[in-house]
């Protein structure tokens, strides 16, 4: 495995072990899931490049595009929470509270 690919996998393990292991704040759940959405772009893009693929390129865009609406509906999502009940844990949650 090249440097390269090991930094990249790397990142995104480690992304995945914050999401499962340290779900108390909604911000850092949304924090690993862009960190993670990064890493594949930055794969993804690298991994065109390297190919020399030109039909490809534009697949990092559209990934960089979801990232960016992720991002903007988590963030709207945690501005909701935190104004309705008060903090960002995601224990005090509750699906049936509607």
């Known amino acids: 495995m090249t440097p390269p690919?090991?930094?990249?996998?790397?990142?995104?393990?480690?992304?995945?072990?914050?999401?499962?292991?340290?779900?108390?704040?909604?911000?850092?759940?949304?924090?690993?899931l862009?960190?993670?959405?990064?890493?594949?772009?930055?794969?993804?893009s690298l991994w065109a490049l390297q190919l020399d693929i030109t039909s490809f390129?534009?697949?990092?865009?559209?990934?960089?595009?979801?990232?960016?609406c992720e991002a903007s509906t988590g963030l709207a999502l945690l501005a909701a929470t935190a104004r309705t009940h008060g903090s960002d844990r995601l224990q005090s949650l509750n699906?049936?509270?509607?």
């Open 57 to 68: 390129l534009a697949s990092p865009l559209l990934l960089l595009a979801f990232s960016a």
């Open 95 to 98: 699906l049936l509270q509607c």
């Open 34 to 44: 862009e960190g993670m959405m990064l890493s594949l772009f930055v794969a993804l």
């Open 5 to 32: 690919h090991f930094a990249f996998s790397a990142t995104f393990i480690l992304a995945l072990t914050g999401l499962v292991f340290h779900r108390t704040h909604l911000l850092s759940a949304l924090l690993c």
